[in-house]
């Protein structure tokens, strides 16, 4: 598990330090490319907050791609200091706050043959789900980052642990048989998998 401080990554802490200015996990991992199926997860603890209205800016749980419209994922929390998706152009929102500094599953659900593609989950619940107006088209000029964009703004405040990366769409019904399951061996589909709990 990293704990971000406002605008940045506490390494291995529970508590949420405002000192760090500016860190993020960079990975090695490509992340799922065009208009492919996908499925990202995390575990997020946040008491940050996020809604313009408040003052708040988008605090960025996993980004890749590139820049450009259409060709970069962004999952987020932002209105509401709810989760939301966006390619870069579009977004959807949800409706569940998760600032309320307990541990929460989340999860982004894209599959491109539903007539709504793309699934917000909280704790294995469907918020909601929509369509968006910018076709998606995911880059790979940068690798998956963990606490901000690829652009190198909107950090973290909180935590996250457990993130994963499937190269499909995940059921509810999945999503909660595993999402307290810490994987010790290889998965069919899962292409990326950072449990947090060590690291340099």
Same mark, same amino acid.
């Given at each position: 598990?990293?704990?971000?401080? =406002? +605008?940045?990554?506490?390494?291995?802490?529970?508590?949420?330090?405002?000192?760090?200015? $500016?860190?993020? &996990? =960079?990975?090695?991992?490509? $992340?799922?490319?065009?208009?492919? !199926?996908?499925?990202?997860?995390?575990?997020?603890?946040?008491?940050?907050?996020?809604?313009?209205?408040?003052?708040?800016? =988008?605090?960025?749980?996993?980004?890749?791609?590139?820049?450009?419209?259409?060709?970069?994922?962004?999952?987020?929390?932002?209105?509401? +200091?709810?989760?939301?998706?966006?390619?870069?152009?579009?977004?959807?929102?949800?409706?569940?706050?998760?600032?309320?500094?307990?541990?929460?599953?989340?999860?982004? %659900?894209?599959?491109?043959?539903?007539? +709504?593609?793309?699934? /917000?989950?909280?704790?294995? %619940?469907?918020?909601?789900?929509?369509?968006?107006?910018?076709?998606?088209?995911? $880059?790979?000029?940068?690798?998956?980052?963990? $606490?901000?964009?690829?652009?190198?703004? @909107?950090?973290?405040?909180?935590?996250?642990?457990?993130?994963?990366?499937? !190269?499909?769409?995940?059921?509810?019904?999945? /999503?909660?048989?595993?999402? +307290? &399951?810490?994987?010790?061996?290889?998965?069919?589909? /899962? @292409?990326?998998?950072?449990?947090?709990?060590?690291?340099?």
């Amino acid at each position: 598990m990293y704990s971000f401080g =406002q +605008n940045g990554l506490d390494f291995f802490s529970e508590e949420i330090d405002e000192a760090y200015v $500016g860190d993020y &996990i =960079q990975t090695t991992y490509n $992340g799922i490319s065009g208009d492919a !199926d996908r499925t990202v997860e995390a575990w997020i603890k946040t008491d940050g907050l996020f809604h313009p209205a408040d003052g708040g800016s =988008q605090g960025v749980i996993v980004d890749w791609g590139t820049v450009g419209t259409g060709s970069r994922i962004t999952f987020i929390v932002l209105f509401d +200091n709810a989760l939301r998706i966006e390619i870069q152009g579009s977004g959807l929102s949800g409706t569940i706050p998760v600032n309320d500094g307990e541990w929460h599953h989340v999860a982004v %659900v894209y599959s491109g043959e539903d007539e +709504n593609p793309y699934k /917000l989950y909280v704790d294995g %619940v469907l918020d909601v789900e929509g369509d968006l107006v910018t076709t998606i088209n995911t $880059g790979t000029s940068v690798d998956m980052r963990m $606490g901000a964009r690829i652009d190198g703004n @909107k950090y973290f405040f909180g935590a996250i642990d457990e993130v994963r990366v499937w !190269d499909v769409a995940l059921t509810a019904a999945e /999503l909660i048989e595993n999402m +307290n &399951i810490e994987f010790c061996a290889p998965q069919e589909n /899962l @292409k990326a998998y950072y449990k947090l709990n060590e690291g340099v």
